[in-house]
């Protein structure tokens, strides 16, 4: 296994007039591949801001963070959205569909806008992702004619368009009924262990942490423990 | 081009704010292309009714002003140039001149004449006239009198007067009378008048006389030359260009006709600069129409915008999606209002009143549609920048988070 994600001594610090509030206090947190790795915490122990950081939307106040062997704090805006088109996928609580385009435009857009069109290539990849997440008949559906959970299934074919080496998921059960909810975290299960995606899922939800392989618990801003999950997929 | 694909889809997708944006577009195109057309057709008709019985362009011999001469600088001296008055003023070598403004292109007539003053006399009635010596088959040439003639005939002849209605009114004359012409000049002739004219100008109607160039020579005294040559241009507008060049090529005085209507000149001029602001203030309302609707757009879908700005798309992406909503908008406004104010403008000219005149002087192919269409487009593409720059600028993480 490789190192996809090392991050060494993040601080972020926000700043509301002479008021400085630390949020991160020096967090040194590191992935493989291949794993599905939970990020816990209380409400505002800093794992959304963690994972803004990680997932290069947020520039922190200190610290290094190393994505798939290349540094990333140095970068410039330009290439840090270059980086995360490439490098990254996203899956967030709202799957954020574009409500004018089909599921299979959807999922092919962070391939497509870059390149100035959905090739014939792009076009299987897009249909071959919505066959996996079960939605290959849905693909000229117009995303807002899909169910809640279908959508979030065609947000996470979108977040494994590009081949990321690493998919950040910001709680993405947290809108979904436990069936839909259900389905999603089997599908994410599902990609981590057949294809050896690597998942970094921020979440509150004890089940959805207790299906991960690891678990990152913050506190206060920092990293209380780093457990072995108790890995429901043997 | 994916970003073309995006920014059609978002204006399809709300197609009634579309066709309502684009309509208001076409709006202010129809109303820029109605003006510009009705101060085209004012200017035109305008034109036409000033100059329909007048030059474009006249000919003269050079002016006499007295000249001051400098010297050398070392020298000092100082002179004052006194033009000779003791030669008539004239265009001997008209007939050369005559050719090299046939040669001109855009040149649709030309008339060397004998003019000058003269009285008519006819018993104890003695009237003052401008008489005009001309060749007679070019009688028309310049004003059109034949058409005009209210009896009699246009044949000039050796010893023929054409003279307008008034002044005949004035000296209880009719066609086929005698009366008597004398000359400035000292020449002195018994004419008949041939034809009585009436063109609707008072000036002509009442103080102008027309006869023979060879008529006129023995009774001015100018046995070669002419005193001035009238020129009719296929486009009035040209005759500063071409009165400037033929002044260069001839050495003599070319006045084109606007410098003999500055009063004119200045009306036309104000009224294309009130017809400007007009065009300029639709301009204005369709980029900010269009301008609007885009902010609005951008703010109602900054969390799609600040999806894609998650996945890494570009803001050249984001700024190509929203300029191309306004390109299309323009355009699309743009060409139905070309289509619309041809319509309008086509319709207005067909009425006609009572007399079978236009009671508006529209002129449809003079709408100005090529920069109207232009124009229209640009100031939709500037109009979408500000939205398109600011949805570029939106925070993915601030968006996501809403």
Known sequence: MSRVLQARGVVMTFRNGDEETEVLRGIDVALETGELVALVGASGSGKSTLLSILGLLLRPTAGEIEIAGQRVEGMSERARAAFRNQRLGFVFQFHHLLPDFSAMENVAFPAAAPAGGISPEMRRRALSLLDRVGLADRADFPATRLSGGQKQRVAIARALMNKPDLVIADEPTGNLDLRSAGQVLDLMEEVNREDGGTFLICTHDEHVAARCSRRIQLVDGRVQAQDEGSDHRD | MFALKVARRYLTSNPAQTVLLVTGVALGVTVFIFITALIEGLAIRLTDQVTANSAHVTLEPPTRLAEILTGDEAVRTEGVALVSTFQRRQIRAWRSTAELITRQPGVSALSPQISGNAFLVKGEAVQPVSVTGLEPEGLDAITPITPNL??????????????????????????????????????????????????????????VAFLSLQTARPLFDLPEGVTNIEIKLDDPGRAREVADFLAGATGLRATPWQEKNLNLEDALEAQGRTGTLIQLFSLISIVIGVASALVLSAYRRRSEVGIMRAFGISGGF?????????????????????????????????????????????APERGGYVAVLILTTLGAVLASAFPARSASRIDPLEAIQQ
């Open chain 2, 318 to 362: 984001i700024v190509a999606v929203f300029m191309l909503q306004g390109l299309l908008i323009g355009l699309a406004g743009g060409l139905l209002g070309c289509v619309s104010g041809y319509g309008l403008c086509t319709f207005l000219a067909s009425l006609t009143d009572a007399e079978g005149n236009a009671p508006l002087p529209i």
């Open chain 2, 150 to 207: 209210v009896s009699g005939q246009g044949a000039l002849g050796a010893d023929g007067l054409l003279i307008g209605t008034q002044l005949a009114e004035d000296l209880g004359l009719t066609a086929g009378q005698p009366v008597l012409l004398r000359t400035d000049r000292g020449g002195e002739r018994l004419l008949t008048v041939r034809g009585v004219f009436k063109t609707g100008l008072q000036s002509l109607d009442s103080r």
